[in-house]
């Protein structure tokens, strides 16, 4: 079943997740689907395209967050995120922050300016990326902070309806 979809900002591809575990990108023109893997990856909750349409990030129930190059299909980075399972994953407009969402009641901001997000190196390989420390940090705000929890929702509101008007 699928869980999660999301249109690339040019309206060509579109992503979803499953609860199969699994992220597949749809060329929108004729239907054409390519799988993007991790295989110890398990029930995929929410999934983004970056706002320029090369990255897309996906949430699940490990409590990680995956960003792969959709380009190349290649598995970017990922790293747990929360102490319970990913439920909602967004980029800011310019795509150097992340935030997500999750059962642990925490909202996370993610700077993720500092990940490679360019054209892997050569030889490199999802596997070699093993034991790689991350070149993500994250600013973490708890649900009962009130009024910083309503100006995420406002700013991530305002975020999905610029990147779907």
Same mark, same amino acid.
């Given at each position: 079943m699928i869980r999660d979809l999301d249109f690339s900002s040019d309206g060509r591809f579109l992503v979803s997740c499953s609860y199969d575990g699994t992220v597949?990108?749809?060329?929108?023109?004729?239907?054409?689907?390519?799988?993007?893997?991790?295989?110890?990856a398990s029930v995929f909750i929410c999934v983004k395209f970056n706002p320029d349409g090369q990255y897309i990030a996906a949430g699940n129930y490990d409590n990680k967050l995956r960003v792969w190059n959709v380009r190349t299909s290649q598995l970017v980075e990922k790293w747990i =995120?929360? *102490? !319970?399972?990913t439920w909602s994953v967004a980029f800011t407009l310019d795509g150097k922050?992340?935030?997500?969402?999750s059962a642990d009641a925490t909202w996370k901001y993610w700077d993720i300016?500092?990940?490679?997000l360019?054209?892997?190196g050569y030889g490199?390989?999802?596997?070699?990326? =093993?034991? *790689? !420390?991350?070149?993500?940090?994250?600013?973490t705000v708890r649900h009962s902070?009130?009024?910083v929890q309503l100006f995420l929702l406002t700013q991530l509101f305002y975020l999905a309806l610029l990147l779907t008007g």
């Open positions: 597949h990108i749809w060329r929108m023109r004729d239907g054409f689907s390519k799988l993007l893997e991790d295989t110890d =995120a929360h *102490r !319970k399972q922050g992340l935030v997500s969402n300016s500092l990940m490679e360019a054209e892997p490199m390989t999802k596997h070699s990326m =093993a034991g *790689r !420390k991350s070149r993500v940090t994250a600013h902070h009130v009024f």
